[in-house]
């Protein structure tokens, strides 16, 4: 298992950018696929983006194609998501996942940051 640790979330203005971070611990960083979500009150937790295990295939939300790019650096057990053009429904709790991939099933998401907090004000 990985421990995971955000940051990098604040304040911004709409059309801002931010860089959140993601570190894990360990050495078996590269055998987990990653991925972040968000989560605002009152609202189920949202899929943001993921990215696989090389890092060589990426996945977002329709919400944020075009906009967010997630990244990792396996050798700094790093993961990222950069934030372009950010927009005030961007407001979140944004949270860093670790999970693994089971044929026929999918990605199961064990591991779970503390989460980081953006605010995007227009």
């Known amino acids: 298992q990985v421990q995971l640790v955000e940051s990098g979330g604040g304040l911004v203005r709409a059309g801002d950018s931010l860089r959140l971070s993601c570190a894990a611990s360990g050495r078996t960083f590269g055998n987990y696929n990653m991925g972040w979500f968000r989560r605002v009150p009152g609202k189920e937790r949202e899929f943001v983006a993921r990215v696989s295990l090389s890092g060589d295939r990426t996945y977002y939300a329709d919400s944020v194609k075009g906009r967010f790019t997630i990244s990792r650096d396996n050798a700094k057990n790093t993961v990222y998501l950069q934030m372009n053009s950010l927009k005030p429904e961007d407001t979140a709790v944004y949270y860093c996942?670790?999970?693994?991939?089971?044929?026929?099933?999918?990605?199961?998401?064990?591991?779970w940051g503390q989460g980081t907090e953006v605010t995007v004000s227009s």
């Open positions: 996942a670790a999970g693994f991939e089971r044929v026929g099933i999918g990605i199961t998401w064990e591991n």
